[in-house]
């Protein structure tokens, strides 16, 4: 038997019809001075093998070597190494964002091509964007309000459009992942007259177009943490800001009468060379009239900051 392979396996001493695999072997069970044994073997190999035993006392005459007294639990694999784990359906990356803010996806049914359009009332809630979805189509409508913006060239996975009222939105991007271009999630919020306020979050990896402008008002956006990828910022009688985490990681091509071209994340490392060949995530925020912000969904803005401020103010805190 020498040079033969040798495998290790292991099992209770007790058990009966022992298996390397598919075959089935013989087990010599014996006494020694550490405790019973067993010894595993055939015509063709020699296992190593770690059983479970107990050592005999001196005192008890009537040990018997085919049983075991007390059996341990059963034999349990070790966890496989991170690289064996399976992926989830979202990615680490992308479930980032809601783990940092500590928030959690809400329990309501999610949508897909949704459209919401506003005469002169605002929009606000929350929606949950599944681009996986399948939806019935959509019925003929006899009012045409707002046609002259829409757009029948790219249909939105989520589309927000105001008119005379304000926009304020937090959506949730959902679903299974995908890295194709030609599926990446397309989500708009436009307002003439009015500001537009939208939080993103997102539960999985697939790429995403977002665009939010606003003609006559501000334009406020938080997105993932995880977000890398172009972002384009117009303005022309209004300022830009970013939060200090997004200036960190923000890398600024151009600033050329209003027109600001951007990268958060490195670029060199994804072999950024231009969005015609782009096929990740990209951001276009825009506001003729108003101010524009970009931020990151787990950082505390302006807004939170003073209310925080005012609320341990009058707590005493």
């Known amino acids: 038997m020498q040079g033969k392979e040798r495998r290790q396996i292991t099992k209770s001493l ?5 298996h390397i695999g598919s075959t089935a072997v013989d ?14 073997t055939d015509d063709n190999e020699m296992y190593d093998v770690k059983v479970y035993y107990q050592k005999p006392s001196s005192e008890d005459p009537t040990t018997n070597t085919n049983d075991v007294s007390s059996e341990p639990p059963p034999y349990t694999p070790p966890p496989p190494a991170p690289s064996q784990l399976p992926r989830s359906s979202s990615s680490a990356s992308a479930s980032t964002s809601a783990r940092a803010t500590g928030e959690s996806c809400p329990n309501v049914p999610a949508s897909n091509f949704l459209t919401i359009k506003r005469e002169n009332a605002s929009i606000k809630g929350t929606y949950v964007i599944d681009p996986t979805l399948q939806i019935p189509p959509e019925e003929p409508s006899s009012s045409r309000a707002l046609s002259a913006d829409d757009d029948d060239n790219i249909k939105k996975n989520l589309n927000l459009h105001c008119k005379n009222g304000s926009i304020s939105a937090t959506v949730w991007l959902v ?8 599926h990446r999630a397309a989500i708009d919020a436009n307002s003439k007259n009015g500001s537009v306020n939208l939080k993103l ?14 003609q006559n008002g501000s334009v406020n956006v938080a997105i993932p943490s995880s977000f890398v990828g172009p972002v384009e910022i117009n303005t022309r009688n209004g300022s830009v800001s ?3 985490l997004m200036t960190s990681r923000i890398a600024t091509f151009s600033d050329i009468d209003g027109k600001r071209v951007c990268y958060i994340g490195d670029f060199k490392e994804a072999n950024y060379t231009g969005r015609k060949g782009w096929i990740g995530s990209t951001i276009d925020l825009g506001s003729h009239n108003g101010h524009v912000r970009l931020s990151f969904v787990d950082e505390r803005g302006p807004t939170e900051t003073a209310k925080g401020f005012w609320t341990r103010l009058f707590r005493g805190t």
Request: glycine share 4%; aromatic share 6%.
């Open 175 to 182: 679903g299974e992942d995908s890295q194709d271009e030609l």
């Open 27 to 40: 087990v010599a069970r014996l006494s020694t001075p550490e405790g019973n044994m067993a010894i595993i």
């Open 201 to 214: 979050n997102t539960t999985t990896s697939r790429p995403f177009t977002l665009t939010a402008f606003s």
């Open 14 to 18: 007790a058990a009966d019809n022992w």
């Open 242 to 244: 970013l939060s200090d």
